[in-house]
C-alpha cells in the first residue's frame, strides 16, 4: 500500500478525529442565529475564559473573523496599521475595502513586529485631510515571518504605543495557541492588551471549521450583527462547535510535538545547498525555504511525485506547515524528496567563478 501523502501545504489540511466525528454526531443543538444552541455557547463561554475576554463569537472562519472586527472598529474613510505582511492584507480578498471602506498603512518589520516608534510615526496627524487612524493590527503568530511568535511584553509595549494616540488593537491570533505554547505562556497573557482578538480552531487544533473571535461584550453584541450582514449567521452549528470544543480541550498539548517536528524539518533542510533555511528561526509550525537557484513550481512539483504538498510564500519561496497529521515519517518523506531534487537541480545553477 502506498504511503499517505504529507501535506504540508497549511495546518488547515488537518481532517477532524474519529472523537470529533462523535462529537459532532452526538451534538445538542439549536438555532444559533437565536442564540439558541447551546453547543456553542459552550464553545463560546470557553474560549473567552481561555483568552480572558468577557465574551466571544463563534464564525465560520479566521477572515470573517478579522473582517468582523475591522468592521466593528472602523468607519468608511478610517485606516488601519498593520505590519506589510499581515495575513488581513494580503490573504483576505481585499475585505477591509471591499467591506468596511477602510484603508491601511503599511509598517515593514523583517521578523513581522513593528516596533512601537514606527507604530507612532504611522498615526496620522488630526487634520480634516487625512484618514483617520483607527485601529492597530497585529498578527500572532504571523504567518509569512514564518510563525514568528510575539511575546507578552511586545504585544503590550505596541498596545502601549497605540493607546497614546487613541487606537484600538485587534490581534490577529489564528495561530495563537502555537505563540502561547513556544513562549511557555498562557494565552490570554497575550492579548490581554488587545481590544479584540481572534483563534482559528480550524488549523493545528485539529477542527474541521470555525474561528472565535473574543473581546468586550458590547464588542461582540455588535459583532454578532456584523455577522449575520456578513452571511456568516449558521443556524444548528453545534455540529461544527462540538469538534471546536474538542479542538480546545486536546488540541493545545499536541501543538509542541508539531514545534519539534518543524525544527528537525528546518535542520535538514538548511543542509541541502539549493536551499536558504534559518533552523533558529523557525519557534512554531512553519518551515520557510528559499531556493538558490531555479523555480519553486520546479521543486513543488517534484515533491508532489514523491508525495509531498508544499506552497509557496513568495517568489522563490516554499512554506512547508507541520500539524498533527504530519507525523515523523512524513517530515523523512519530505527530507528524502527535497535531497532527491538536489542532483538535478545541481546541474542546472549557473556556474561560479
Same mark, same amino acid.
Given at each position: ?20 466525528? &462523535? ?23 470557553? @474560549? =473567552? ?6 465574551? %466571544? ?9 478579522? &473582517? ?13 496599521? +498593520? ?18 471602506g @477602510? $484603508? #491601511? ?12 516608534a ?11 485631510h $487625512? ?20 511575546? *507578552?511584553? =511586545?504585544?503590550?509595549?505596541?498596545? !502601549? ?17 502555537? !505563540?502561547?505554547?513556544? /513562549?511557555? +505562556? =498562557?494565552?490570554?497573557?497575550? #492579548?490581554?492588551?488587545?481590544? @479584540? %482578538? ?16 473574543v ?20 443556524? $444548528? ?15 493545545p ?5 508539531d ?7 528546518? $535542520?535538514?533542510? *538548511?543542509? /541541502? ?8 528561526? #523557525? ?26 504538498? *508544499? ?22 518523506? +519530505?527530507?528524502?524528496? +527535497?535531497?532527491?531534487? =538536489?542532483?538535478?537541480i ?8
Open positions: 500500500m502506498a504511503a499517505p501523502i504529507a501535506d504540508l501545504r497549511s495546518d488547515t489540511s488537518t481532517l477532524p478525529t474519529p472523537a470529533m466525528r &462523535q462529537a459532532m454526531a452526538a451534538a445538542e443543538v439549536g438555532d444559533d442565529v437565536r442564540g439558541e444552541d447551546p453547543t456553542v455557547r459552550r464553545l463560546e463561554a470557553a @474560549t =473567552a475564559e481561555l483568552l480572558g475576554k468577557p465574551a %466571544a463569537l463563534f464564525l465560520p472562519s479566521g477572515t470573517m473573523a478579522n &473582517q468582523v472586527a475591522i468592521h466593528v472598529h472602523c468607519r468608511p474613510g478610517d485606516e488601519l496599521v +498593520c505590519e506589510a505582511r499581515s495575513h488581513v492584507y494580503w490573504f483576505e480578498g481585499g475585505s477591509i475595502a471591499r467591506l468596511s @477602510t $484603508q #491601511v498603512r503599511l509598517v515593514a518589520a523583517p521578523d513581522g513586529v513593528p516596533t512601537p514606527q507604530v507612532e510615526a504611522a498615526v496620522r496627524p488630526d487634520d480634516p $487625512q484618514p483617520r487612524t483607527r485601529l492597530l493590527v497585529l498578527e500572532n503568530t504571523h504567518n509569512l515571518a514564518g510563525g514568528r511568535p510575539i511575546p *507578552a511584553a =511586545a504585544t503590550a509595549a505596541l498596545a !502601549a504605543a497605540a493607546r497614546r494616540h487613541g487606537l484600538l488593537v485587534h490581534v490577529d491570533g489564528a495561530r495563537l495557541l502555537n !505563540a502561547a505554547v513556544a /513562549l511557555g +505562556c =498562557a494565552a490570554h497573557e497575550l #492579548v490581554a492588551p488587545a481590544d @479584540t %482578538a481572534t483563534l482559528c480552531l480550524s488549523k493545528g487544533l485539529g477542527a474541521p471549521v470555525g474561528s472565535m473571535l473581546g468586550s461584550a458590547a464588542f461582540v453584541a455588535e459583532a454578532r450583527r456584523v455577522r449575520k450582514a456578513f452571511g456568516g449567521g449558521m443556524r $444548528q452549528a453545534g455540529v461544527l462547535a462540538a469538534a471546536g470544543l474538542l479542538a480546545l480541550r486536546e488540541g498539548a499536541l501543538l509542541a510535538i514545534h519539534a517536528r518543524a525544527r528537525r524539518l528546518a $535542520q535538514g533542510l *538548511a543542509e /541541502l545547498p539549493f536551499l536558504a533555511v534559518e533552523p533558529a528561526a #523557525v519557534a512554531t509550525n512553519i518551515v520557510m525555504a528559499d531556493l538558490r537557484h531555479g523555480e519553486a513550481e520546479a521543486l513543488l512539483a517534484h515533491l508532489r511525485r514523491h508525495g509531498v504538498l *508544499a506552497a509557496t510564500a513568495g517568489p522563490g519561496r516554499l512554506r512547508f506547515v507541520l500539524h498533527r497529521d504530519v507525523d515523523d515519517a512524513g517530515v523523512q518523506r +519530505c527530507l528524502d524528496a +527535497c535531497r532527491s531534487f =538536489a542532483v538535478p545541481a546541474s542546472t545553477s549557473p556556474p561560479t567563478s
